[in-house]
């Protein structure tokens, strides 16, 4: 298929982006709600660059939209890579891929950073994977929600996150209108054919009312969300049990008990990429 897709490749696009990384490897987060890819091949590419600042971010180095350069591991799932300097073309991005793609393939993951943040590359190398068919899985905080109505009709999967308080992502004040951003986000992508959850990184000083207000949203549009539990950085502290039992009652005063679930980050635990 591989081979047949590339010789389908007809114009090159001369748009540059910045890359952290390109890689093939399982996709660890997600559980078993709606929509997710937990368990699934794909290959990962990272764009660069995020205008939020989570306290517990672990792709901090990614923020820097700036990154000189980007590796690309050579043969898929080796684990050894080589650097390349940024910025790449899509086309350069296209040919990593296609030489990654193994026959286990599920989709192709864009994440981040936050891929919408180059917003002319990703729009261009999300219609480049779409021409070649290759299903799209978009994780993105959900701050541009216009950037993702230019591509949602193209997205398979879309994990967008919703940030409680205690992630510390925008100053004070400006929490609920990130909340109304993702939460536009979400609606957006659920309107097409992707298949759409949230995911809500939890950590012990997560508020339960935040939790209260986030499931509420969620029960007017329909939407899955799962809870993940935060690694700890940045001070963040990991959720005891107690408060994890805590949070998923909480959301099951509002929300039916298959629109939520856990997300464990299973590539830590079998440290994969
Ligand atoms: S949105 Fe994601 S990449 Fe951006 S700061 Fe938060 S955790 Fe890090």
Redesign the pocket.
Known sequence: MTEVLAGERKQQSPVKGSLIEIFSSFQGEGGVVRGSCFGRRQIFVRLAG?????I?????S??DVNAPTCRVETVPGSWKFTTTANPVTVDFTIEQILNLSTKDLHSVSLT???PTFQEEFFYELTNKLYELEIPIYLET?G?YPQRIEKVAPLISYACV?I?DRS?N?VKKGNWEKLVERELTSLSILNNFPAKVFAKL?VTEDTNLNDVQMIANKLREIVIPIVVQPVTPLGGAKAPSAQKLFQITETLAETLPTDLFGLSIQGHKLLKLL
Do not use: M, Q
């Open positions: 995020c205008n939020l600042h989570c517990w971010c672990d792709t901090a990614s923020r981040g950073g936050e905080n701050y996150d940030k992630a992502s990184v």
